[in-house]
């Protein structure tokens, strides 16, 4: 079971920083990713990370300004959001599989609960 936590509301130009922690299952076996889906828009992928944090992969859309890592202690992915903007408004989500590449596709095996960011100008 996946459950994201850290959304809210933000002014343009803030940070923030979205969590999701993992239960249930051998967290480091798996990679990580973090995807969201605006209002009436697709659910589109932003970052992923790798087993151990070897690789990560960002979509073109937040590279510079997303930094996605984890922590296989505390069973918890991070997504460090800087410089939001308005059209970074969306629910967030997370999500996992044993392959890299399937969460780069967008189609991770398990998939967290949603939170809001709302950014505001």
């Known amino acids: 079971q996946l459950q994201a936590c850290g959304g809210g509301l933000v002014q343009v130009g803030d940070s923030l920083r979205l969590s999701c922690a993992a239960s249930?299952?051998?967290?480091?076996?798996?990679?990580l990713g973090w995807f969201r889906q605006g209002l009436g828009k697709e659910r589109e992928f932003l970052a992923a990370v790798g087993r151990s944090a070897e690789i990560t992969r960002y979509a073109d859309s937040v590279k510079g300004r997303f930094t996605i890592s984890r922590d296989n202690a505390k069973n918890t992915v991070y997504l460090q959001m800087n410089s939001l903007k308005a059209e970074d408004t969306a629910v967030y989500y997370c999500?996992?599989?044993?392959?890299?590449?399937?969460?780069?596709?967008?189609?991770?095996?398990?998939w967290g609960q949603g939170t809001l960011v709302t950014v505001s100008s």
């Open positions: 999500g996992e599989d044993r392959a890299f590449e399937d969460i780069v596709g967008g189609t991770p095996g398990y």
């Open positions: 249930g299952r051998a967290f480091s076996s798996y990679a």
